[in-house]
């Protein structure tokens, strides 16, 4: 039994009775909850101890935060769908239980058996294009099916044409109240203050169909969490430069859903202090996790949703270190709390607009580019592995100026791995293996 089958049979046979009642309404909320508590058992009941150290750290302060948005439900608070590119500290202004659109895809893909294939086929068969976004295409195979029942979803219209065209079908087939904020692609002054209001009005309208006034100051408290958040962080990602580097690559995949998870919380304190310790004490030690690193490698883009336990097989078998991906290396200022509502929205418009993958989407590609070329010589990079997806349309012509970018300006190669990150079936983990083994024999 291997084990996805261990969790499978978790999932099966101990579903609580007690929130039967709920099941009609956030069912794959609660299978999520209930695959973060099955694989946190495994972790520290099955693996040795000094495996997967991130991993133990982030399922149990995942783990707590959606058992209290549980409860939440169970006290029929409205849930309210919102788009990962929505700082989810921001839904704190109500009384609600936030649920993330992509997560519940992207993280039941990598947790259940068969991951969540059987809903991309029922869109697919619903008619929704083949290459829309597997983040998206679960769940709303999920509401087709009625498994889960927004009151209300809210999103920016970021990162993609694929977000603004999928997320139409909540308002139109399922008769969910939408709310679109209008989120413009230059990166000015002007835009942030447009944004601000863009913010601003689209919380108050989600309060009206919540039948509820957003409560700013309470968002004001959520939100000084996260800037404590942001600077732990950034201390972890200079931590990074250090050769070997002192993160298991396992952390950029747990710290991508913390970041949509538990945005706000004091959960998410924790883990970022305790990795940050954890960082520390290899960094002092000059320790490094798993087999000697041989190579250091950037992912501009993202990870193998459907198949974590990449992460942990390039750390042991091959040495291969992810430094980081694209939610673990874009970084906004702290939002000023202190100087009234306006200034508050304002860096929140900029929080927004420069949060992982919509800055990158949004602000096209020469600046993405300097920023890989700066990131490569900075952290002393070997090579770059980007894992490009067909629902990325906007990023289809990046990997060729970015590999051109990369062997002249900073002299290393990069790794085009063609996949759908959530669809096992698109490119197997074997041959997503297979050619990282493959290009690492030209580098040692
Ligand atoms: S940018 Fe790509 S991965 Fe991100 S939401 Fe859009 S299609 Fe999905």
Redesign the pocket.
Known sequence: MNSKSILFHFLTEMLPKSRNQLENKILPYIMLKDAISSSRELVERILPKNTTPSLRVGLREIESVLEQNIVKAEENLPIVGY???LPAEYLFCFECVPICI?SLSFILAALLLDGVEKYYDIMLNWGHPFH?????RATLGFSLDDLIKFDAIITPTA?????CASYPFFLYKKKIPLVIMDLPYTHSEKSYEFFASQLKNGLKKLGKILGQEPDFDRMKKHIEIENRVSQIKLEIFDLIRAIPSPIDNLYNAISAATTILLSGTRENITFYSKIKNMAKKRYVNGDHYGKEETIRSIWPY?LTFFDISLCEWLDRELGLSILFDIFNYSFSDPIDTENGLDNMFFDMAKKTMNFP?TKQ?TELYYPFIEDCVKMAKDYSADCFIYTS?I?????GSVPKLLREALREEVGIPMLLIELD?GDARVTSIDAIKNKISMFTQTLL
Do not use: G, L, R, Y
């Open positions: 788009h990962f590119s992509e829309t976004c597997s983040s998206q990162p993609c044409d694929n977000t993202m993958m989407s997806s629902a990325c349309k906007q990023f990150v």
